[in-house]
């Protein structure tokens, strides 16, 4: 007779289990720790090149703004020759210079500015502008483009000046003569050259409008100079804690 051995299973000892269990989680583990730090190192690359972008458009920010005063200066001592000529007791001896400092006050200079923000509205619309990780420098980003805010709502407030101060040049001056002055910009021929009226209350709400038009530049340019210093001071933050060169 025949006798069949059995065949015996051996059981695993539970520390057998509990290493695979380590094994198995630190596996885990370490493939969360590697996923990590590749994500954190993606940022932090990405956020050093937007820093670089940024530090780029405030380069920018701050010509626009030099040239900006610079071109206001221009704009005030037009409108002192045009309220010096305008009120003086020779006024039709002076009408070339009147005419052309009237019309060229809207052709001139820039009566707008416009920040270079593409950059930091990158980051703001991407909801991104968490990448930015330290703190003084998020701060100040967030102060210095709160004040460019401003420089735009301002930028309103002079374009409606500007449309004022062109309602009130039309009861005034000759739009042939205007057209002239932009197409050849010099001053017109004195010649048979004369305002529309002569009448002191629509002279007087002319020059009102001026003044208005004036004080409204003048309040941006006083903004866009104190914006070249916190662009300044923005710019020094980033290049000392991102080492930029």
């Given at each position: 007779m025949e006798v069949h051995n059995h065949a015996h299973t051996s059981r695993k000892k539970w520390?057998?289990?509990?290493?695979?269990?380590?094994?198995?989680?630190?596996?885990?583990?370490?493939?969360?720790?590697?996923?990590?730090?590749?994500?954190?190192?993606i940022e932090k690359d990405r956020e050093k090149v937007f820093i670089k972008n940024?530090?780029?458009?405030?380069?920018?920010d701050t010509a626009i703004f030099r040239?900006?005063?610079i071109e206001s200066n221009e704009f005030a001592k037009e409108v002192d020759s045009l309220l010096f000529f305008m009120k003086g007791d020779n006024r039709d001896l002076h009408?070339?210079?009147i005419y052309f400092y009237a019309?060229?006050?809207?052709?001139?200079?820039?009566?707008?500015?416009?920040?270079?923000?593409?950059?930091?509205?990158?980051l703001k619309h991407s909801g991104q502008l968490r990448l930015i990780h330290n703190q003084d420098v998020a701060n100040t980003i967030s102060s210095y483009y709160q004040e460019t805010d401003i420089i735009?709502?301002?930028?309103?407030?002079?374009?409606?000046?500007v449309s004022h101060y062109w309602d009130l040049a039309g009861n005034l001056f000759d739009a042939g003569v205007f057209y002239k002055i932009r197409q050849e910009k010099k001053p017109p021929d004195q010649t048979n050259l004369k305002l529309l009226t002569n009448d002191p209350a629509i002279i007087n709400k002319f020059l009102v409008s001026t003044q208005y038009y004036y004080g409204s530049r003048m309040t941006q340019k006083d903004r866009v100079e104190k914006m070249i210093e916190k662009a300044v001071t923005l710019m020094g933050l980033i290049k000392k804690e991102y080492h930029l060169k």
């Open positions: 520390t057998h289990y509990f290493w695979e269990f380590l094994m198995l989680f630190l596996a885990v583990f370490c493939g969360f720790l590697a996923e990590y730090q590749l994500e954190h190192k940024m530090y780029k458009d405030l380069i920018a040239n900006y005063s009408l070339s210079k019309r060229n006050l809207t052709i001139s200079t820039n009566n707008v500015v416009f920040p270079s923000q593409p950059t930091y509205n990158q735009y709502s301002q930028n309103n407030f002079i374009l409606g000046q």
